[in-house]
């Protein structure tokens, strides 16, 4: 799942990324993000759907908000009309979405940055919680209100270090603020998991 964090990064993926086998999610709220799963299979796991309807809703305004209880939904490439009806106007990053929706209530607003380890080079990423925890070196489990974004950081590469220091070192507090959600956090939880990096 790829997803945009701007106008910019939403034409972009939108544009440039979007293939007829994927599945574009987009929040029940203004100044959401657009997600897209790409070359999603016969039937997408349930997991995966819920997963990526979090990430949509936490990185909409819902999170600068602390706006629980929203719902996510996802639909088909051909639904996203690229270009406004007649007589109207589109602002750039936007879309016309067009027929049914399969909404999704987002399970909670709860985020974790961790460190990969991918195709050679660490990176930090940031999701639902549990891929996280899966699939990076290290994580900060984070939600809502509490730190501006740039003190967050700064606890967080922190934090980071603790755990991983010779790794954690290689990034500033700006590659952290880049992974972070719009708007304040706080870490509920970090850790190390049995991912070994090389």
Same mark, same amino acid.
């Given at each position: 799942?790829?997803?945009? *964090?701007?106008?910019?990064?939403? !034409?972009?993926?939108?544009?440039?990324?979007?293939?007829?086998?994927? =599945?574009?999610?987009? +929040? @029940?709220?203004?100044?959401?993000?657009?997600?897209?799963?790409?070359?999603?299979?016969?039937?997408?796991?349930?997991? $995966?759907?819920?997963?990526?309807?979090?990430?949509?809703?936490?990185?909409?305004?819902? /999170?600068?908000? +602390?706006?629980? &209880? #929203? !719902?996510?939904? /996802?639909?088909?490439?051909?639904q996203v %009309?690229?270009? +406004?009806? $007649? &007589?109207?106007?589109?602002?750039? &990053?936007?879309?016309?979405? @067009?027929g049914h929706?399969?909404?999704? =209530?987002?399970?909670?607003?709860?985020?974790?940055?961790?460190?990969?380890?991918?195709?050679? *080079?660490?990176?930090? #990423?940031?999701?639902?919680?549990?891929?996280? %925890?899966?699939?990076?070196?290290?994580?900060?489990?984070?939600?809502?209100g509490g730190?501006?974004?740039?003190?967050?950081?700064?606890?967080?590469?922190?934090?980071?270090? %603790?755990?991983?220091?010779?790794?954690? =070192?290689?990034?500033?507090?700006?590659?952290?603020?880049?992974?972070?959600?719009?708007? @304040?956090?706080?870490?509920? @939880?970090?850790?190390?998991?049995?991912?070994?990096?090389?």
């Open positions: 799942a790829i997803g945009g *964090r701007d106008s910019s990064s939403n !034409s972009a993926i939108i544009r440039k990324q979007l293939g007829k086998n994927d =599945k574009v999610f987009h +929040a @029940e709220i203004f100044g959401s993000p657009f997600f897209v799963v790409k070359d999603v299979p016969e039937s997408l796991p349930f997991d $995966s759907l819920n997963e990526v309807a979090q990430a949509t809703v936490c990185f909409s305004r819902a /999170w600068r908000e +602390a706006m629980y &209880g #929203m !719902s996510a939904y /996802w639909i088909n490439p051909d %009309k690229k270009a +406004a009806p $007649s &007589g109207q106007f589109l602002s750039r &990053g936007s879309f016309v979405l @067009e929706k399969n909404f999704i =209530k987002a399970p909670n607003l709860k985020l974790a940055v961790g460190i990969l380890y991918h195709d050679e *080079r660490h990176i930090i #990423m940031c999701g639902p919680p549990e891929p996280i %925890k899966k699939i990076c070196i290290c994580y900060a489990v984070i939600e809502p730190d501006e974004m740039t003190e967050c950081a700064r606890r967080m590469r922190i934090e980071f270090i %603790k755990l991983q220091e010779d790794i954690a =070192k290689q990034f500033n507090i700006d590659d952290f603020v880049r992974a972070l959600p719009a708007g @304040e956090s706080h870490i509920t @939880e970090s850790g190390n998991t049995k991912v070994e990096s090389p």
